[in-house]
Every structure is written in structure tokens, then in C-alpha cells.
């Protein structure tokens, strides 16, 4: 579990252990009837409530962000020393050739279960000639698919 | 295959690490364990 998760839990623990402490100190109040008592008792209830559902709902946001920005860092296409936007729109525009190269050669839409099997081997073959030719854009393409994969 | 890509590009396997790594956490959160833990606290809230 992550730090931020473990921060979160904390959080929770110590909204509930608060709420009970407070709810301890209004049962232990002997000069409280026990309908005065259960309506000090409920806002704090209602307050650890409310403030644990916000903790998690921000812990769901955080983790999905950090799949989002995590996600996109794994995929991004590295521009290397370009300066110029045409530099850069060169080297993308290489990167979404190779990716369809990549992508025609390991389609799964209505392949056979023979094809589906070979495919594996496909992206080593791939990944072979990327790496003898030197093709930073094949390579990086063969290694995107992978991860859609899972090979 | 992604591993033998990975293999001579650290910087690249530490960003696919944390992207495995987000995932698992943000897909383990909505399991089942997580399901029944999150019942069980949210009877106590």
C-alpha cells in the first residue's frame, strides 16, 4: 500500500477514534436524560460520516489520478532534443507510422485462435528488427502493444 | 516481451513500474476484499 493510502487509513482512524472518544464523554455525562445524550451524540455521527466518505472519496481521486498521469508517462513518445514543434510533429508522426505497422501486424479483431497464439512471437519479430535496425519508433511501438497485451 | 524491452531502459521501466503500480493499487481498492471491508466500516460509521 502506497504512502498516500496509508495516510488516508490514518485519517479514518482518527475521525472514528475522535467520534468515539466524544460519544464516550457524552454517555459517561450522568447529568444527561438518554434522549438528550443520543442527540448530542448523533451530529458527531454525522459529522465522522461525512468527513470518512470525503476522506475515501479523495483517495479514490487520488488513485485515479495517479493512474491517469502515470499512464500517460508510460506512454509518452520521447522527443529527444527536438526544439522546433515541426521536430517534434516529425518525430510523432514516425512513432504513429510504426505503431500502425505494429497494430496491423497484431490484430486481434476476428482472429483466429491460431493468429491470437501467434502473436507473441509477432512482437519478438518485430522487436528483433527494431533492435538490429536501430528503429527507436518500432521498438517503442512493439513495447506500447505489449502493454495493451499484456505479453 | 515488455520485459525484454525494459531491460536495457531503466528510466522507462521505473515509469512502467509506477504505472503497474497505480493500477494495481486503484484495482485493488475496488475488489472484493475492499467491498467487504468498506461494508464492514461502513456499518460502524
Redesign the interface.
Known amino acids: ?2 504512502k498516500a ?1 496509508n495516510k488516508a487509513m490514518e485519517q ?1 482512524r482518527a475521525v ?1 477514534a475522535n467520534r468515539d472518544k466524544e460519544i464516550q464523554l457524552i454517555q459517561n455525562n450522568h447529568e444527561l436524560t438518554e434522549e438528550a445524550k443520543q442527540a448530542r451524540i448523533k451530529p458527531w ?1 454525522d459529522m ?2 461525512e468527513e ?1 466518505r470525503a476522506i ?1 472519496a479523495a ?2 481521486q487520488r ?2 489520478e ?2 491517469r ?3 500517460i ?2 506512454f ?1 513518445v520521447p522527443t529527444g532534443d527536438s526544439i522546433s514543434e515541426a521536430e517534434r510533429s516529425a518525430v510523432w508522426q514516425g512513432y504513429r507510422s510504426a505503431r500502425k505497422d505494429v497494430w496491423d501486424v497484431t490484430s486481434t479483431d476476428g482472429a483466429s485462435l491460431e493468429k491470437l497464439h501467434s502473436i ?1 512471437d509477432r ?2 519479430d518485430l ?1 528483433d528488427q527494431a533492435e538490429t535496425t536501430g528503429d527507436g519508433h518500432l ?1 517503442l511501438a ?2 506500447h502493444r ?2 495493451d497485451l499484456g ?1 | ?2 520485459d ?3 531491460a536495457s531502459r531503466p528510466k ?1 521501466r521505473a ?2 513500474e ?2 503497474a ?3 494495481a ?2 484495482e485493488s ?1 475496488q475488489s472484493f476484499d475492499a467491498i467487504i471491508a ?1 461494508s464492514f ?1 461502513e456499518a ?2
Open positions: 500500500m502506497s493510502a479514518e472514528l455521527r465522522a460520516r470518512v475515501r483517495e479514490k488513485r485515479e495517479a493512474v498521469s502515470t499512464k508517462a508510460a509518452r507473441g512482437l519478438a522487436l521498438g512493439v513495447y505489449a502493454l505479453e | 516481451m515488455r525484454r524491452y525494459l522507462t515509469k512502467y509506477a504505472y503500480e497505480a493500477q493499487e486503484a481498492s468498506n466500516s460502524i460509521l
